[in-house]
């Protein structure tokens, strides 16, 4: 059986375990939040979600578990066939990834201090994110699935990049990101109302209590520069 290593406020975990689940792929969580080289021979820069497979290796780094797991286990596929699709659902991805997702999280610091970013984080963080919205308004088709007519890694990926997006992001910047792009607001909802979304929402709040007992002793040991 699958271990699924990290915990469930990570939204890069939540897109492997809604894959997992999607799949119907039999599989334990294993909560952890980084550690020593016991971590580290599982996740070797000790970022979170890693698995580990039935036969007892270690695989890290969401985009790439993922991959594996469709190779792994081809029932309800979730890449298209045509190697074009395949590139443009990548495509989306990875765009979602650096000019959504990491503009803010860079802000996750402040927000977890409980203070507004400074202006020339804000700027950076705003300029990256129109860059990023542009894109996305050009890549989305939403007919009615992100990348098209079918349900792909795309819809999961970017679901779980705006979640972040929408918790740190959008309040601090002040800014509606995700209301810029056309259809995205409406396909958001229908994913957060999917069966597995809510299982796997299910699990993010049940893990509340130990993931902000961890950041706060995380950010007791490690202050925001400036504070």
Sequence with gaps: M?????FSASN????????????????????IYGGGD???????????????????????????ICEYLEETYPGKPLYPSEPLERARVRQLMKVA???LELPSRALIPYAFSGRLA???AV???R????????????????APHIAGNTFTIADIYVHYVNAVVLAIGCPQMDWDIIGEVPGMKEWGLAMRDSDIARRVEAGRKANEPAFFEYISK?????????K
């Design 2 to 6: 699958i271990t699924l290593h990290g």
């Design 127 to 142: 300029h990256q994110t129109a860059r990023g919205l542009e894109a996305m308004r050009r890549l989305c088709r939403f």
């Design 218 to 226: 995380y950010m007791t040991d490690n202050p925001t520069p400036g």
């Design 12 to 31: 890069y975990y939540n897109i492997v375990k809604y894959v997992l689940l999607y799949k119907e792929i039999p599989f334990e969580e294993h909560e």
């Design 118 to 120: 400074p202006e020339p």
């Design 38 to 64: 016991e971590w580290l021979a599982i996740s070797p820069v000790g970022k979170v979600p890693a698995i580990t497979t039935a036969d007892g290796q270690h695989l890290s780094e969401s985009a790439v």
């Design 123 to 125: 700027a950076n963080a």
């Design 97 to 99: 990834e650096l000019y």
